[in-house]
């Protein structure tokens, strides 16, 4: 059964960095793409960064230049390195993949990232 576990939310001041993990089991994140997502309090869930199983990444342009997404493999975990925080990134931070033929989205539980001014 495939589970995605995220830790190192938490409050932190403007400028501030964070880095948030995603562990995985069940599956092996060198096989496919990996992305975080976050939802902001009253808005939708919104793609934030995501990496591919060929290391190829992207970013939302609100967090391109102080966002890093990253992978280890061999500890089947991926990162988002999260840096010059501002208050707008206050949001729960879902890890994400998708999977299968159909295909499937699996989730993460979520972790709560808030920046104070």
């Known amino acids: 059964q495939v589970q995605l576990v995220e830790s190192g939310g938490g409050l932190v001041q403007a400028g501030g960095s964070l880095r948030l993990s995603c562990r995985a089991s069940g599956m092996y994140i060198r096989l496919t793409t990996m992305a975080w997502y976050r939802q902001p309090p009253g808005k939708q869930r919104e793609l934030v960064a995501a990496?591919?199983?060929?290391?190829?990444?992207n970013y939302a342009d609100s967090v391109q230049g102080r966002f890093t997404i990253s992978r280890d493999n061999a500890k089947n975990t991926v990162y988002l390195q999260m840096n010059s925080l501002k208050p707008d990134d206050t949001a729960v931070y879902y890890c994400?993949?998708?999977?299968?033929?159909?295909?499937?989205?699996?989730w993460g539980q979520g972790t709560q990232v808030t920046v104070s001014t």
């Open positions: 994400n993949t998708r999977l299968g033929v159909s295909p499937a989205d699996y």
């Open positions: 990496t591919t199983r060929t290391d190829s990444t």
